[in-house]
């Protein structure tokens, strides 16, 4: 039997189909008539199944004997089924007691603390559907303005760039559109390794049709081998860069002037703006050594951008800086100055790092959105402002669905500090890793596989999942439900049908038309939001999504920092700047594809990558720690490489035992709070074993 759904690991979101016999999966393709996948899936897509039938999969609900024993008193009156020791700090329980311990405690808490005390922080490897409970149960049931997704750790400064300039925070032309193009420039994005699906399509219009890219990242990557320009840019320079290009398509007058009067306003003051900004003109990389020859590149870059039917495509690379937001807001400066949007073939496409990403965020799973991105009756606490409340007491109570905050955030001692601090944390997960290690309740729960629910990509587009085979854990939005009931209110919810026709009321603007029967008809193709009568391939092609459907220059300054300020002033820089980012194999905290077995043998650990020109420093040194004003990793393999350049590393941060986000702290994106991930100053010590 061959059953039709979506891979749900990056944010390309592809469509899947599983041939599936006695309730086991024997093998996932695609077909060669799916929209996004063209019949060709990458190696994730492939062989990143076999996690669902891993021994160390969890298949119930545990309580922390602890926890047991010391709320006690609370629980005295209840009746568990039964308590069988997992381990020494577990009890396997059932789900129906552990409904009741967590809808009881939480109640406790909120009685005695209030409601504000609570907080929900959910990930974008569930559905919408649970996704929007989530926040439902969090704002209207509980009554905690506290919600918020793994977005505040990726790409919540292009949702904050781009609805500030254009309306509207996600990509706005289909992948497919890579085939119209004439021109790509990819930013901060190892799109063959994060979003390898879209990077076949950009590869085939290189060989097929010789179409131009230009890449530009502090590092060279596998996407530069076909590039036409690689741009090496210095670290946290990509505002700057940015910038640049906006000056040489101004200074040389290669605006589209028509697209400007119709379509945009504060253009003027933001031309006067660049032009008079000493930090825009390209000539500032004169006095950067060792990117001198970028002055040249940026220009001839800004030439065919604006003159080409061109796609600007982006990624963490862009997003995970102080100036995140003003970088995106920059990029779609570039869009408007150029008429590069609203148009087949040019646009922005901000590339996603998980397939429901996009969808979380949209079914108001943020602090300062209600579904369909309507303000929400009281603005809710960010995530690193949650962490400073759960140290400080404020926060008693987190519900934690899919996201493994003891891992993939920054600053982690100062987390793991946090995770102590509460009085009560419940956690849904498919395995045990690092949030489980501070949860008093855990709930094992459905995978992407297992479950029916709807997910929707980098390019907007809705695809309907379907269980490929059938387990006994439940879904995510199920677990909220049974809790919700037990603190108080029945939500009414029978099945994931049931949820989505909610968010359908909820979020009418994006998803009003998008029935499960429209989905299940269109497996293959999905739809791409607004669904009205039809689906909306592309974006703003007469208007803007603002009020007055106009697009807005915002201009900002670069300020000169880091890498850039010490080689301005000194010629050279002191210890090593630290970039990171992903591998093909592996997604995220790996959870999932650590326990496929192919997957982790091909990447069982973080390795450091150092420029050869660094070679001698780096030479009898097979493993060194890093070490920020923050923390320090564990040891890791080094690997010499072409790839980087003098002074700068790079490593992954998929496996927790690395350490790697305890190198990184509280500096984050002035606007959003997303975290300085792509660029911490480090030293290079010896592991204590060799002291």
Known sequence: MVIDSVCTYCGVGCDISAEVEDNKIQKIFAKEEGVVSQGRLCIKGKQGWDFVNHPKRLRNARVRKSFLAKNSALFADLDMDYLEPVDHDFYEISYDSAYELAARKLKAITDEFGSHSFAAIGGARTSCESSYLFQHFTRHVVGSPH???????????????????????????????????????????????????????????????????????????QLSKSSTHHLSIPYEANLMILNMMAYVILSEDLVNKAFIDTRTKGYEEYRNSILNDPYANPEYLLQIPGYESLVEEVRSVSRKYATRRSLFF?????????????????????????????????????????????????????????????????????????????????????????????????????????LGNLDLLIVNELFDNEITKFADIIFGVKSAYEKTGVYVNAERRLHLSQPLINVTMPDDWEVIAEISKRYGTDLGVKTSRDVWEKVRIDAPNRFGGASYEKLEAARLRGLQWPVKEEDTPVLHLSDFRTKDGLGSFRYHQYSPRGQVEELREHGEHEGYYLTTGRVLVHYNNAAQTNACDKLHRSHSEDTLLVSVEDEEFFEFKDFVVLKSEYGQSAPLRVKVSSTVKKGTLFTTFHHAKSNINFLFGDEADELIKTARFKSVKVEVIKPDYLE
């Open 314 to 418: 982006w990624g963490l690379g862009i997003t995970e800086h102080l100036d995140g937001s003003y970088a995106v807001m920059a990029i779609t400066h570039l869009a408007m100055l150029t008429g590069n949007i609203g148009k087949r073939g040019a646009g922005l496409m901000p590339l996603r790092g998980q397939n429901n990403v996009q969808g979380t965020c949209d079914v108001g799973m943020l602090p300062y959105y209600a579904p369909d991105y309507q303000p929400p009756k009281e603005v809710g606490m960010m995530t690193p402002d949650l962490i400073n409340a759960m140290i400080e007491g404020k926060i008693k109570a987190l519900f934690n669905i899919s996201e493994d905050i003891a891992h993939i955030h920054p600053n982690q001692n100062k987390i793991h500090a946090a």
């Open 147 to 221: 919600v918020d997704n793994c977005a505040r750790v990726c790409h919540s400064p292009s949702l904050k760039g781009m609805r500030t300039t254009i309306g509207e925070g996600a990509a706005t032309n289909p992948f497919d559109d890579i085939y119209e193009t004439e021109f790509m420039v990819v930013m901060g994005s190892n799109t063959t390794e994060g979003h390898p699906i879209v990077a076949n399509r950009m590869l085939d219009v290189i060989k097929q049709k010789n179409i131009e890219l230009a890449v530009l990242d502090v590092r060279r990557i």
